[in-house]
């Protein structure tokens, strides 16, 4: 390749790193009034049915 080629190249990757890290800096949090439950762990067993 020659000097051009490669400077094309690398232009194109540095502003694809750009915008692959200013979409993460806009997803990075979720919004603070969806609200996910507090522990992913095992819950408690539901109570039988009788009757």
């Known amino acids: 390749?020659?000097?051009r080629?490669?400077?094309r190249?690398?232009?194109a990757i540095k502003k694809e790193i750009a915008e692959r890290?200013?979409?993460r800096?806009?997803?990075g949090?979720?919004?603070p009034s969806k609200k996910l439950p507090e522990?992913?762990?095992f819950t408690p067993?539901?109570?039988k049915k009788r009757g």
């Open 1 to 3: 390749m020659n000097k």
């Open 5 to 7: 080629a490669k400077k």
């Open 9 to 11: 190249v690398k232009e």
């Open 21 to 23: 890290s200013a979409n």
């Open 25 to 27: 800096q806009e997803q």
């Open 29 to 31: 949090s979720p919004p």
């Open 39 to 41: 522990s992913r762990g």
């Open 45 to 47: 067993r539901p109570d």
